[in-house]
């Protein structure tokens, strides 16, 4: 008969444990609705968002003015993957594995890699999101940022890009692809000076995460890929856009402009605009708040960037990440048992249903989850 969840529950937690401490960067970096509360597939859960208010005078009055009502918006977030990983054994695999002394070693690797794939999908979702929902960028695509020592201009300009738009001043968020954290540890001398960067942590460990730097708590994620650019070409702007306006409206062009993609206009070459939502024919392209920083007359061309990594600056509360146990039916299902496990690294929340079948056992890691940039303003790019 095969183990109960009960008795594989320290394996369960040595496997999380492990794999928690991959480089997953963006997961302890976003803000997380993480719970063991479940959801369905494609459902909506709304995260609130405050809106500018407008100054009144202060008028001298017999009584306060009737005034300070507000109107909270909101964003509504998707639960858009509801995902497991199976493990199953039938029992000849079991017995044979458990005369040779290994059965608990192969199981644990096998939990390993669950929680691996899962972690790795939401960790690459929430990268998606950071990079296809900023703002503006900094850098040269193809050339890895900090590569010029004792030079951190590459981060004070993306900070530059936050505070321009009015982003907090705390809880700032860097994470970066490992070419850029290469060039951190082996060509920024500065920072590993302990008398000078406050830490040995970079110096004797080579961890980043123990150096904030310039206001930024740093990360590492394995997910900063580079992003192949759009074929958009040719394309020029129909009428006039203002400043703080995100849609541009484009004509005479082909080809696509895509999520990500990197823009500059003639009459703008100093801003590097991310494209929120782009065409694949003339049509309208979403630029990310604020939008254009200076009036864009019409018939202003439009220039796709090349390929890049984007490495992301952003405030923690400007990525969001819902995380849910997956639904079951009233009642439940037919999983014998079934354990929630909590990671407490990353505060994620898996369920582990343990299904037996004839003459064998699977067990299923599930996860459901959603993630939203909410604030385009507050995320900008470091191009790689």
Do not use: C
């Amino acid at each position: 008969m095969a183990n109960t969840l009960t008795n594989l529950i320290p394996t369960i937690y040595e496997a999380i444990d492990i794999v928690s401490r991959e480089m997953v960067g963006f997961i302890p970096a976003v803000t997380r609705n993480a719970s063991a509360e479940r959801a369905a597939l494609n459902q909506t859960i709304l995260v609130p968002i405050t809106q500018a208010q407008t100054a009144a005078d202060n008028t001298p009055a017999v009584t306060p003015p009737n005034t300070g009502d507000q109107t909270v918006g909101n964003v509504a977030m998707t639960i858009s993957r509801s995902k497991h990983v199976p493990i199953r054994w039938n029992g000849e695999e079991r017995v044979g594995l458990q005369s040779a002394g290994t059965y608990q070693t192969i199981i644990g690797q096998q939990f390993q890699q669950a929680f691996r794939t899962l972690v790795n999908m939401i960790e690459a979702d929430l990268w998606a999101a950071a990079y296809q929902g900023a703002s503006r960028a900094y850098g040269t695509a193809g050339t890895t940022p900090f590569g010029t020592s004792g030079d951190l201009s590459d981060i004070a300009q993306v900070r530059r890009i936050l505070d321009d738009n009015g982003a907090p001043q705390t809880d700032l968020q860097l994470v970066l692809g490992s070419a850029a954290v290469a060039n951190l540890r082996g060509r920024q001398s500065l920072l590993l000076k302990v008398n000078e960067a406050g830490s040995a942590g970079l110096l004797r460990r080579g961890s980043i995460s123990e150096m904030p730097l310039e206001g930024f708590e740093l990360h590492n994620s394995y997910a900063i890929q580079t992003v192949t650019k759009g074929t958009g070409a040719s394309y020029v702007t129909s009428g006039a856009t203002a400043p703080g306006v995100s849609s541009v409206a484009l004509v005479t062009g082909s080809g696509t402009v895509l999520a990500g993609d990197i823009v500059t206009f003639a009459a703008d070459t100093a801003n590097k605009y991310v494209v929120n939502s782009g065409v694949a024919a003339p049509g309208t392209i979403t630029l990310g708040a604020p939008g254009a920083m200076v009036t864009i007359p019409t018939g202003n061309a439009l220039t796709v960037g090349g390929n890049y990594t984007p490495n992301v600056a952003f405030s923690r509360s400007a990525i969001q990440l819902i995380a849910r146990m997956p639904a079951r039916p009233e009642g439940g299902d037919m999983a014998e048992d079934v354990m929630t496990v909590t990671d407490p690294v990353s505060g994620l929340s898996f369920e582990i249903s343990e299904y037996k079948q004839f003459r064998q056992t699977a067990y299923h890691v599930a996860i459901a989850w959603g993630v939203a940039n909410t604030k385009p303003a507050h995320t900008a790019i470091l191009i790689g």
